[in-house]
């Protein structure tokens, strides 16, 4: 069974840059599609990214679209997201996802500052 890591969250301010990691254990990722969400209080959890099997497939939403850039490397079993010029609303806590698989990280809080 797959585990989930995620890591590299923080406090940041407005601008600044920070990138996110999730370990798998249990499963190789090589033929696995993968996802970032994040969950901000009282709010639903929301699609941030996604990429697939290969690594050469990439999605975002739109409120993250030229700002954030996901990737996978299948060596190190690890997704990264790279998150530059962060927003105030981009705070939430950040959970990677295998696609189509109800396998969730606990998630590491991002906390961007004004």
């Known amino acids: 069974q797959m585990q989930l890591v995620e890591s590299g969250g923080g406090l940041v301010q407005a601008g600044d840059s920070l990138r996110l990691s999730c370990a798998a254990s249990g499963r190789s990722l090589k033929n696995y599609d993968m996802a970032w969400y994040r969950q901000a209080p009282g709010k639903e959890r929301e699609f941030v990214a996604a990429?697939?099997?290969?690594?050469?497939?990439?999605s975002y939403a739109d409120s993250v679209k030229a700002r954030f850039t996901i990737s996978k490397d299948n060596a190190k079993n690890t997704i990264y997201l790279q998150m530059n010029d962060l927003k105030p609303e981009d705070t939430a806590i950040y959970h990677c996802?295998?696609?189509?698989?109800?396998?969730w990280g606990p998630g590491t809080q991002v906390t961007v500052s004004s």
């Open positions: 996802n295998a696609v189509g698989f109800d396998t």
């Open positions: 990429v697939g099997w290969s690594g050469s497939s990439t």
